[in-house]
C-alpha cells in the first residue's frame, strides 16, 4: 500500500519529504543516520498523538524527531488526537503528552486535553467552554513555548449534517473563531487531520497572523467531509475558491476572563 502512495505522489514531492516517507517503510534504521538530510532544509515537523500509541519504539522515533527538530530549529506542531481505545487507560497516555509540549510552537488541542491530559489547573471554575478554553489555553502558553493552540468546535444536527466552526487563541490570549458552517457529510473520518494541514499551509503562508489559518484550516476540514477516505486530496485552488463562503468572526475576549488563570 505505501509503496503505491509513494509510486503515485513521488514526483509531486520535494526530496526531504521523499526521504521522511521512505524511512517510514525501512526496517532496522536509525533515524540519526537521515536526521540531518531531512531537517536541515526542513520548514515544519507536524506529530500526532496516535503515534505517540503505537509502542516504545515508535515513541522513541518520534521524541528523537522533535529533538532534531528543536536543534535544526524547525517549527513543530502536535495535534492531541487522544483515543482511549489505543491506550489501557489516561493515566498511561499523560506522561508521554507532556513530554511532546515542550518542543511545540503550534497546538492542537481542547480543553479536555488541556486540562485532563496536561492536568492544567485553573484557580475557579468556569462553566463556559469558551472562557474555559481560553482561560486553559492562556496557563499553557504561559509555561510554554507554544505561539498558537487551534481547535474546532462541532454542532452535530444529525448523523449526515453537521455545523464546524474553527477557533485559535494566541501568546496574549486573543481569541478568533470562524464559523460555524453547516454542511452534508459523506465520510467525517479524516476531517481533523485535514484541518491540521490546512492550518500548517496558512501559517506557512502567513505565521505572524492566524486568519488565513484558521479560514484554510476550517474550509480544508469542511470539503474533506465531502470526500470518501482518510487523506485529503483537495487542491489549493479547490480550498481558496471556497474560502469566500466562509463567515469570519474576531472576538477579543476581556481581561477578567484572561487572568482567570493568573
Keep these: ?35 540531518k538530510s531531512i531537517f536541515k532544509d526542513a520548514t515544519w515537523f507536524h506529530l500526532s498523538g496516535i503515534t505517540l500509541a503505537l509502542g516504545n519504539h515508535v515513541r522513541q522515533v518520534a521524541f528523537k524527531c522533535l529533538e532534531y527538530a528543536e536543534k535544526y530549529q524547525v517549527k513543530v506542531s502536535f495535534d492531541f488526537n487522544y483515543r482511549s481505545k489505543l491506550w489501557n487507560n489516561i493515566d498511561e497516555a499523560k506522561p508521554y503528552f507532556k513530554k511532546v509540549i515542550p518542543y511545540v510552537d503550534v497546538l492542537f488541542a481542547n480543553h479536555f486535553d488541556i486540562g485532563e491530559i496536561l492536568e ?71 476531517g481533523g487531520d485535514a484541518f491540521a494541514s490546512g492550518v500548517i499551509h496558512g501559517l506557512i503562508k502567513d505565521y505572524e497572523s492566524p ?5 484554510f484550516g476550517l474550509a480544508t476540514s469542511i470539503l474533506a467531509h465531502t470526500l470518501y477516505g482518510d487523506v485529503s486530496t483537495l487542491r489549493c485552488e479547490d480550498i481558496e475558491s471556497f474560502n469566500y463562503l466562509l463567515p469570519y468572526d474576531v472576538q477579543e475576549d476581556s481581561k477578567d476572563i484572561l487572568n482567570a488563570s493568573n
Excluded at 134 to 143: E, G, T, V, Y
Excluded at 211 to 215: F, N, P, Q, Y
Aim: aromatic letters at 12%; hydrophobic letters at 35%; proline letters at 2%.
Design 1 to 35: 500500500f505505501y509503496k503505491e502512495i509513494l509510486k503515485k505522489y513521488k514526483p509531486h514531492l520535494k526530496d526531504k519529504f521523499i526521504i521522511a516517507f521512505e524511512i517510514g517503510m525501512t526496517q532496522g534504521k536509525k533515524i540519526s543516520e537521515y536526521a
Design 120 to 190: 492544567v489547573k485553573l484557580d475557579r471554575e468556569i462553566w463556559d467552554l469558551t472562557e474555559k478554553k481560553i482561560a486553559l489555553s492562556k496557563k499553557l502558553i504561559q509555561d510554554t513555548k507554544i505561539e498558537y493552540i487551534f481547535g474546532t468546535e462541532r454542532i452535530v444536527h444529525t448523523a449526515s449534517e453537521n455545523s464546524l466552526s474553527s477557533y485559535c487563541i494566541d501568546r496574549t490570549g486573543k481569541y478568533e473563531s470562524m464559523g460555524p458552517t453547516r454542511f452534508a457529510i459523506y465520510d467525517r473520518i479524516g
Design 211 to 215: 486568519k488565513l489559518a484558521l479560514s
